[in-house]
């Protein structure tokens, strides 16, 4: 269905919020008859780890231009990896 979104960018900021808030709710309210597969226990297990490292200060954290330079950086490497493997 074809839809028109020249009238709501001429809305107020406060009118797209409400509309964005009335949009989630509607999705949350079609979702809520579905049912989610629950998480395995292992990915369970992984995670209260990872928030258990967090609270104890033992978490490494970076930045978003730190995160940027080391994608990059892997994204470069697997590049020269695909470069140097022979053709078959």
Known sequence: ????TSEI???STEEKLRIID???ESIDADNSNE???EESPEVIAMLEERVARYE???GKF????ELKLMLDK???EI???KLQQPEN
Do not use: A, S, V
């Not at 269905?1 to 028109?4: A, G, I, V």
């Not at 970076?62 to 231009?65: A, I, N």
């Open 1 to 4: 269905m074809p839809f028109d």
């Open 9 to 11: 960018k001429n809305l």
């Open 22 to 24: 009335e949009l989630w």
């Open 35 to 37: 049912e989610f597969e």
């Open 56 to 58: 104890r200060g033992e």
């Open 62 to 65: 970076y930045t978003g231009e």
């Open 74 to 76: 892997k994204l470069e």
């Open 79 to 81: 590049k020269n990896d």
